[in-house]
């Protein structure tokens, strides 16, 4: 065997070793949900898997209205903030003039605010206009949270067609309207779409809002999931369905937009 | 050296410009919706707290009022928990931009040579940074971290040791070692990305004029990964800043106050004990703090966007 050889099989063992390890947290709440209660405690894989917890999940607890309010929260928010974003991203990109650079920097910083620091008033305003555990109040607070990358990853996918395209059409007598719905929209497409993917990845696991403004009736998965830390709910199976079918999803999500992960969380520093 | 890790477009040249003169700007409308309510959003909560914190506001004894100067801040600082919950804070944030970034640089190295289902186990790599952070935070403290359950247990009772109780002995390493298990996947992501933008040839280069692997790594690969390693480190300081669901959910800031960390403890003295005044005086040292990094990054990110990395 070659030295080459070799040494791709040494990566290759060190490479898996690295992925089996940050993948096994996962791994385990994988096999735990298909253990009954009895088997959960045991760590080990010789078992009969059952569905069991995950019908009791969905039978004891009200487990689809949080999957429900997961849902809508990170569905509706990610929808809004484009509606809001594509406009201006539009702008910037196509009628820059001196201050764009600026505002767009602006937007940018607004997303350095620490949730902490304007955690008070925000749950003194939700509680005083009736939004406090409401999803139409979680909703306002992710739309907002999620805009300025809303705003720079459209600004970014708009200033990557090519002027020359816009200009034909124009010369064929195009007018805004027209640019927009049949040149524009086609062309960035794929980059919106996983603008939204993205959203929705940081809106679904989004945390410090969701324990903070809501409990009981607008509560998400994250919120739901969190009150299994109680010592009476130590139910090791039903949590591992229940977390389980609340990151499988986003987690496919998110393997597909990881590209996009980087640009948008990094405001385009990285590419 | 090339400077090709960050390019920032600039905005494009107006294809037409909007006509001189004319008062109604629909570029100027359709930006209107956007910056009016990140303006608020920003503006109006941050003046709140601003205000709340010099005067006396506490939801359980609403009949007293009135300005109180700095005294919230005065209450704050002699919190006993207070300068505890910042040593907390920071000692959280050096330690996970430690871990994340050496270990992400690690993996990203790692990664950056072809070997057997490659693409496959970098999806598993990556997986922990779309774990909702209250399940990530179970799994840890249930099924590893768990005195007599979990999975250390089992290994350390396998080698004839004595389990730990690490939530309870070592309760901030375990949140460090909860939150770093989520966010060294984004940074190895992040230098992943942008070592994948260096050039190969360089790296041939030095190989012939007879560079070892370490040589190459420090000459080579870790210069050009600077500057995504100086975004990875004031993202994640931005985001460590407000770490609350882990503890919220792990261990509700204790045993005592030993995980209690700034947002944490506004949380406790603002929505636990409903004193808005003093919980408003720690979320304005929380906003000092981040601006603190938060002016770096947006020097960087200007610089970026006069283009002044495109050569």
């Given at each position: 065997m070659t030295t080459a050889n070799m040494r791709q099989i040494g990566v290759g063992i060190l490479g898996w070793g690295v992925a089996l390890v940050m993948f096994l947290p996962i791994l385990?709440?994988?096999?735990?949900?298909?253990?009954?209660?009895?088997?959960?405690?045991?760590?080990?894989?010789?078992?009969?898997?059952?569905?069991?917890?995950?019908?009791?999940?969905?039978?004891?607890?009200?487990?689809?209205?949080?999957?429900?309010?997961?849902?809508?929260?990170?569905?509706?928010?990610?929808?809004?903030?484009?509606?809001?974003a594509v406009p201006a991203a539009y702008s910037m990109a196509f009628f820059p003039n001196r201050k764009t650079q600026k505002l767009l920097l602006w937007m940018l910083s607004t997303k350095m605010m620490p949730a902490v620091g304007v955690l008070i008033p925000i749950y003194l305003l939700a509680k005083n206009t009736g939004l406090l555990d409401s999803v139409p109040g979680l909703i306002i607070v992710y739309t907002l949270m999620n805009l300025p990358i809303a705003v720079?990853?459209?600004?970014?996918?708009?200033?990557?067609?090519?002027?020359?395209?816009?200009?034909?059409?124009?010369?064929?007598g195009a007018n805004a309207w027209q640019e927009i719905w049949h040149l524009l929209l086609p062309t960035t497409l794929p980059g919106l779409s996983s603008?939204?993917?993205?959203?929705?990845?940081?809106?679904?696991?989004?945390?410090?809002?969701?324990?903070?403004?809501?409990?009981?009736?607008?509560?998400?998965?994250?919120?739901?999931?969190?009150?299994?830390?109680?010592?009476?709910?130590?139910?090791?199976?039903?949590?591992?369905?229940?977390?389980?079918?609340?990151?499988?999803?986003i987690m496919a999500v998110g393997w597909v937009a990881q590209k996009q992960l980087v640009r948008g969380m990094t405001f385009g520093a990285v590419k | 050296m090339t400077q090709q890790t960050?390019?920032?477009?600039?905005?494009?040249?107006?294809?037409?410009?909007?006509?001189?003169?004319?008062?109604?700007?629909?570029?100027?409308?359709?930006?209107?919706?956007?910056?009016?309510?990140l303006g608020l959003w920003m503006i109006v909560p941050l003046v709140m707290t601003l205000y709340f914190s010099v005067i006396r506001y506490n939801l359980l004894s609403p009949d007293q009022t009135g300005f109180v100067g700095l005294d919230n801040y005065r209450y704050l600082l002699e919190d006993p928990a207070f300068w505890p919950s910042i040593g907390h804070t920071l000692v959280l944030i050096v330690s996970v931009l430690l871990i994340s970034v050496v270990g992400g640089t690690l993996m990203a190295v790692l990664f950056d040579q072809k070997f057997p289902g490659r693409g496959i186990a970098r999806l598993f790599v990556i997986a922990p940074f779309f774990v909702m952070p209250t399940v990530g935070a179970l799994i840890w403290k249930?099924?590893?971290?768990?005195?007599?359950?979990?999975?250390?247990?089992?290994?350390?009772?396998?080698?004839?040791?004595?389990?730990?109780?690490?939530?309870?002995?070592?309760?901030?390493?375990?949140?460090?070692?909860?939150?770093?298990?989520?966010?060294?996947?984004?940074?190895?992501?992040?230098?992943?990305?942008?070592?994948?933008?260096?050039?190969?040839?360089?790296?041939?280069?030095?190989?012939?004029?007879?560079?070892?692997?370490?040589?190459?790594?420090?000459?080579i690969t870790l210069p050009h990964l600077k500057r995504a390693i100086a975004v990875v480190v004031m993202i994640e300081?931005?985001?460590?800043?407000?770490?609350?669901?882990?503890?919220?959910?792990?261990?509700?800031?204790?045993?005592?106050t030993e995980t209690t960390n700034l947002p944490y403890l506004v949380y406790s003295i603002g929505l636990q004990q409903f004193d808005i005044g003093i919980a408003s005086a720690g979320g304005v040292i929380a906003v000092i703090l981040a601006n603190i990094v938060s002016i770096f990054l947006v020097r960087m990110l200007a610089k970026n966007l006069r283009g002044e990395y495109d050569q």
């Open positions: 385990i709440i994988g096999v735990t949900a298909f253990k009954t209660e009895q088997d959960a405690y045991a760590l080990s894989l010789i078992f009969t898997p059952t569905l069991d917890s995950f019908r009791e999940v969905f039978e004891r607890s009200h487990y689809s209205t949080f999957v429900y309010n997961s849902m809508a929260v990170s569905i509706i928010s990610t929808l809004l903030s484009l509606v809001i720079w990853m459209a600004f970014t996918y708009f200033n990557e067609v090519p002027k020359e395209i816009l200009e034909a059409a124009r010369i064929d603008t939204a993917l993205l959203l929705i990845i940081l809106s679904w696991n989004e945390a410090f809002w969701s324990l903070n403004l809501s409990s009981v009736n607008a509560a998400p998965l994250t919120v739901f999931i969190a009150s299994y830390s109680n010592p009476e709910g130590l139910f090791w199976a039903k949590l591992s369905a229940a977390s389980f079918l609340a990151v499988a999803p | 960050i390019i920032l477009p600039t905005p494009a040249t107006p294809i037409a410009p909007p006509a001189p003169g004319r008062k109604f700007s629909p570029a100027k409308l359709l930006l209107t919706p956007s910056v009016a309510m249930n099924m590893i971290l768990h005195p007599v359950y979990g999975l250390w247990s089992h290994l350390f009772r396998l080698v004839g040791l004595e389990p730990i109780d690490w939530l309870a002995d070592y309760p901030l390493w375990s949140i460090i070692v909860m939150v770093a298990w989520q966010w060294t996947p984004f940074a190895f992501l992040i230098l992943l990305t942008s070592l994948q933008s260096l050039d190969q040839e360089q790296r041939e280069a030095a190989q012939l004029d007879g560079a070892g692997p370490v040589r190459i790594f420090i000459h300081s931005i985001f460590l800043l407000s770490i609350f669901a882990e503890i919220f959910t792990a261990t509700a800031g204790g045993p005592g």
